[in-house]
Protein backbone atom coordinates (compact mmCIF):
# COMPACT_ATOMS: atom_id res chain seq x y z
CA UNK A 1 0.00 0.00 0.00
CA UNK A 2 1.69 3.14 -1.29
CA UNK A 3 1.28 6.30 0.87
CA UNK A 4 2.58 10.42 0.96
CA UNK A 5 3.09 12.39 3.86
CA UNK A 6 4.63 15.83 4.59
CA UNK A 7 7.13 16.22 7.11
CA UNK A 8 7.89 19.95 7.42
CA UNK A 9 9.40 21.01 3.91
CA UNK A 10 10.03 17.91 3.02
CA UNK A 11 6.95 15.12 1.30
CA UNK A 12 7.75 11.19 2.19
CA UNK A 13 6.16 8.63 -0.74
CA UNK A 14 6.50 4.71 0.50
CA UNK A 15 5.71 3.01 -1.96
CA UNK A 16 5.18 -0.85 -2.71
CA UNK A 17 7.67 -3.26 -4.60
CA UNK A 18 4.30 -3.29 -7.56
CA UNK A 19 4.75 0.45 -7.66
CA UNK A 20 8.06 -0.39 -8.60
CA UNK A 21 7.84 -2.64 -11.22
CA UNK A 22 4.94 -0.74 -13.00
CA UNK A 23 6.56 1.75 -15.75
CA UNK A 24 6.45 5.20 -14.77
CA UNK A 25 4.26 8.02 -16.54
CA UNK A 26 5.94 10.63 -15.10
CA UNK A 27 6.89 13.57 -17.86
CA UNK A 28 9.67 15.01 -18.08
CA UNK A 29 9.59 19.07 -18.69
CA UNK A 30 11.98 21.34 -20.73
CA UNK A 31 13.82 23.57 -18.59
CA UNK A 32 12.22 27.09 -18.92
CA UNK A 33 14.48 29.33 -20.38
CA UNK A 34 13.26 32.31 -18.47
CA UNK A 35 13.00 30.88 -15.01
CA UNK A 36 15.41 33.26 -13.42
CA UNK A 37 15.92 30.74 -10.53
CA UNK A 38 17.33 28.17 -12.82
CA UNK A 39 21.13 28.36 -13.83
CA UNK A 40 21.98 29.28 -17.19
CA UNK A 41 25.41 30.13 -16.92
CA UNK A 42 27.15 33.76 -17.62
CA UNK A 43 24.87 33.88 -21.42
CA UNK A 44 21.38 33.43 -21.82
CA UNK A 45 20.32 31.70 -24.46
CA UNK A 46 18.82 34.83 -26.07
CA UNK A 47 22.63 35.81 -25.41
CA UNK A 48 21.43 38.73 -22.84
CA UNK A 49 24.39 38.50 -19.95
CA UNK A 50 23.21 36.74 -16.78
CA UNK A 51 24.21 38.76 -13.89
CA UNK A 52 23.22 36.81 -11.26
CA UNK A 53 25.53 33.97 -12.68
CA UNK A 54 27.91 33.13 -9.37
CA UNK A 55 30.57 33.15 -11.70
CA UNK A 56 30.50 36.98 -11.78
CA UNK A 57 31.66 36.56 -8.24
CA UNK A 58 28.91 39.72 -7.25
CA UNK A 59 30.60 41.79 -8.95
CA UNK A 60 27.61 42.92 -10.59
CA UNK A 61 25.80 43.91 -6.88
CA UNK A 62 28.00 46.47 -4.39
CA UNK A 63 28.64 49.85 -4.14
CA UNK A 64 30.50 49.45 -8.21
CA UNK A 65 27.65 47.20 -9.57
CA UNK A 66 26.22 49.56 -11.93
CA UNK A 67 30.07 50.63 -13.24
CA UNK A 68 30.64 46.65 -13.99
CA UNK A 69 27.94 46.14 -15.73
CA UNK A 70 28.53 48.98 -18.40
CA UNK A 71 32.24 47.95 -18.98
CA UNK A 72 31.20 44.67 -18.53
CA UNK A 73 28.01 45.50 -21.24
CA UNK A 74 29.93 47.30 -23.55
CA UNK A 75 33.06 44.54 -23.92
CA UNK A 76 29.97 42.02 -24.40
CA UNK A 77 28.19 43.61 -27.12
CA UNK A 78 31.76 45.56 -28.82
CA UNK A 79 31.70 44.78 -32.50
CA UNK A 80 35.16 46.81 -33.00
CA UNK A 81 37.90 44.83 -34.69
CA UNK A 82 40.02 45.05 -31.47
CA UNK A 83 37.27 43.84 -29.36
CA UNK A 84 36.23 46.42 -26.22
CA UNK A 85 38.22 49.08 -27.67
CA UNK A 86 35.54 51.89 -27.29
CA UNK A 87 35.14 50.45 -23.59
CA UNK A 88 38.48 52.21 -21.89
CA UNK A 89 35.93 54.98 -20.38
CA UNK A 90 33.73 52.57 -18.69
CA UNK A 91 36.67 50.30 -17.37
CA UNK A 92 38.48 53.54 -16.20
CA UNK A 93 35.13 54.27 -14.43
CA UNK A 94 34.91 50.82 -13.06
CA UNK A 95 38.20 50.76 -11.64
CA UNK A 96 38.20 54.13 -10.43
CA UNK A 97 34.91 53.37 -8.30
CA UNK A 98 36.96 50.31 -7.16
CA UNK A 99 40.14 52.34 -5.89
CA UNK A 100 37.12 54.14 -3.01
CA UNK A 101 36.73 51.20 -1.75
CA UNK A 102 39.64 49.30 -1.09
CA UNK A 103 38.34 47.06 1.31
CA UNK A 104 35.47 45.12 -1.25
CA UNK A 105 37.76 45.45 -4.00
CA UNK A 106 41.38 44.91 -3.17
CA UNK A 107 44.53 45.63 -5.81
CA UNK A 108 46.79 42.93 -7.01
CA UNK A 109 49.30 45.72 -5.12
CA UNK A 110 47.85 45.84 -1.93
CA UNK A 111 48.20 42.25 -1.73
CA UNK A 112 52.28 42.81 -2.64
CA UNK A 113 52.57 45.31 0.27
CA UNK A 114 51.05 42.50 2.91
CA UNK A 115 54.62 41.71 3.58
CA UNK A 116 55.39 42.38 7.28
CA UNK A 117 58.33 45.42 7.23
CA UNK A 118 60.90 43.12 8.58
CA UNK A 119 60.81 40.63 5.37
CA UNK A 120 61.05 44.05 3.47
CA UNK A 121 63.85 45.25 4.97
CA UNK A 122 65.72 41.97 5.27
CA UNK A 123 64.73 41.47 1.31
CA UNK A 124 66.18 45.39 0.63
CA UNK A 125 69.43 44.45 2.78
CA UNK A 126 69.86 41.08 0.56
CA UNK A 127 69.74 42.43 -2.60
CA UNK A 128 72.29 45.65 -1.52
CA UNK A 129 74.51 43.34 -0.67
CA UNK A 130 73.99 40.74 -3.28
CA UNK A 131 74.95 44.16 -5.52
CA UNK A 132 78.08 45.01 -3.43
CA UNK A 133 79.27 41.48 -3.75
CA UNK A 134 78.49 41.55 -7.79
CA UNK A 135 80.46 45.23 -8.24
CA UNK A 136 83.32 43.95 -5.79
CA UNK A 137 83.75 40.32 -8.02
CA UNK A 138 83.61 42.22 -10.98
CA UNK A 139 86.10 44.47 -10.16
CA UNK A 140 88.34 42.37 -8.98
CA UNK A 141 88.37 40.13 -11.59
CA UNK A 142 88.06 42.32 -14.49
CA UNK A 143 91.48 42.97 -16.45
CA UNK A 144 93.38 45.76 -16.27
CA UNK A 145 94.05 47.68 -19.30
CA UNK A 146 97.34 46.27 -19.44
CA UNK A 147 96.09 42.35 -19.65
CA UNK A 148 93.83 43.20 -22.17
CA UNK A 149 96.49 44.87 -23.70
CA UNK A 150 98.76 41.11 -23.78
Not at 3 to 12: A, F, L, T, V
Not at 23 to 41: F, H, I
Not at 82 to 93: A, L, P, Q
Request: charged share 25%; glycine share 6%.
Amino acid sequence: MSYCRQEGKDRIIFVTKEDHETPSNAELVADDPNDPYEEQGLILPNGDINWNCPCLGGMASGPCGSQFKEAFSCFHYSKEEVKGSECIDHFRNMQECMQRYPELYPQEADKDESATPSDSAALTSESDSTAVTSAVSSDSTSPTDDQAAS
